[in-house]
């Protein structure tokens, strides 16, 4: 009786469904991997009906698949004045998604805490949701 929220990692699909059949509390966020190439739709949809919010685990990618040097977030980067990283970051904010960077630099720091102060329009979140890949990038799923 003095559980009022619990947060969970790597449910996915019929394991998080598993989960909510049979728990008394909804979990509040569910905690897996997220990010430009591996976003998670189908899954984030079930958790929105559910009422489970999604948070990104490795919102950049950890740096992999040449994320930096991707020629479509180069494009809406330069186009907005901004970084790879407040794109990718961007990207998943405006969808709700909640993103916790790690960074130990103070100006990457500083830099992720700036991408609320813009928006991404229609076709530059579609020119990033291409770039689904449908697979984990470290061989887990």
């Known amino acids: 009786g003095r559980l009022r929220a619990i947060g969970i990692s790597n449910f996915l699909g019929d394991r998080y469904l598993d989960l909510v059949n049979h728990c008394k509390i909804i979990p509040a966020?569910?905690?897996?991997?997220?990010?430009?190439?591996?976003?998670?739709?189908?899954?984030?949809?079930?958790?929105?009906?559910?009422?489970?919010?999604?948070?990104?685990?490795?919102?950049?990618a950890c740096g992999q698949n040449r994320i930096w040097k991707n020629p479509v977030l180069l494009e809406i980067a330069g186009h907005h004045n901004r970084s790879v990283s407040q794109i990718a970051l961007r990207f998943l904010t405006q969808q709700g998604i909640v993103v916790i960077p790690k960074s130990t630099s103070p100006g990457h720091m500083k830099e992720n805490l700036t991408v609320l102060e813009f928006d991404l329009d229609p076709e530059e979140m579609q020119a990033i949701g291409r770039l689904e890949e449908g697979r984990s990038l470290f061989g887990w799923w």
């Open 29 to 60: 966020v569910n905690q897996v991997e997220t990010h430009v190439f591996r976003q998670q739709q189908k899954l984030r949809g079930l958790e929105c009906q559910i009422g489970t919010k999604h948070e990104s685990w490795s919102p950049l």
